[in-house]
């Protein structure tokens, strides 16, 4: 059973270009979560997502940021017109539908805005 | 709001010398507390889930508990190996979102 699959998983982008980050979640799992990471600190929730909805975006910015979860295919962090405190690690987990499970990560992007 | 604090932020330990994690939480009815190992450059691994307090998970040199404030990551005799940063986490109420702690950098001295 492959794990949480992330790609790219380096990605330079100059200022003012758009970046697209993929995540394939474990089989079964119908339920992923994005997180961004910066240096010394902790991991910090943006999205959470299941199958064509939208469940919670509360930590993600209004402005440039989107996600999605289709039907078919990964899941997608979208982030347009890049500036350089996009910079970060990427983080995707997923986990089943049930509340109270664990949430299994992805090995991350790590972007880098030039 | 729910806050996960970890303590310490950074711990140097000699191989061999046991030590304990803290990860205290403040949240409206807990539904699972999670603990992750970090190393620079990867993805979190999923360690541990504990649900009540009383609760106990064992792994090689690791072991996690549970009370109704807070959580322990005793690490037993540890190892170079074990250097990475422990990640706890927690579920609460009726939310899916696992909300992170910041985090406690170990280092073990060969």
């Known amino acids: 059973n492959a794990g949480v699959m992330q790609n790219p998983r380096h990605l330079v982008r100059r200022r003012g270009q758009e970046a697209r980050l993929r995540c394939s979640p474990m089989?079964?799992?119908?339920?992923v979560y994005w997180y961004r990471q910066l240096p010394e600190e902790g991991l910090k929730f943006m999205v959470y997502l299941q199958k064509e909805n939208i469940i919670d975006e509360s930590g993600m910015p209004k402005e440039r940021f989107s996600a999605e979860f289709p039907k078919e295919g990964p899941s997608i962090l979208r982030i347009q017109q890049v500036v350089r405190g996009d910079s970060a690690a990427y983080f995707c987990a997923s986990s089943p539908p049930y509340l109270n499970t664990e949430a299994f990560f992805g090995q991350g992007t790590r972007l880098t805005v030039v | 709001e729910d806050q996960v604090t970890q303590s310490p932020e950074a711990l140097r330990l000699q191989e061999g010398e046991s030590s304990s994690l803290n990860c205290s939480y403040t949240?409206?009815?807990?539904?699972?507390l999670f603990w992750y190992r970090q190393d620079p450059g990867k993805g979190p691994e999923f360690l541990f889930t504990l649900y009540s307090a009383g609760e106990e998970k064992e792994k090689e040199r690791l072991k996690a508990t549970l009370t109704k404030k807070e959580s322990f990551l005793h690490i037993t005799a540890p190892k170079p190996e074990d250097s990475a940063t422990y990640l706890c986490a927690v579920r609460a109420g009726g939310s899916y979102i696992p909300t992170f702690g910041r985090g406690t950098s170990l280092i073990v001295h060969p």
């Open positions: 089989k079964g799992h119908s339920h």
């Open positions: 949240v409206s009815g807990l539904r699972g």
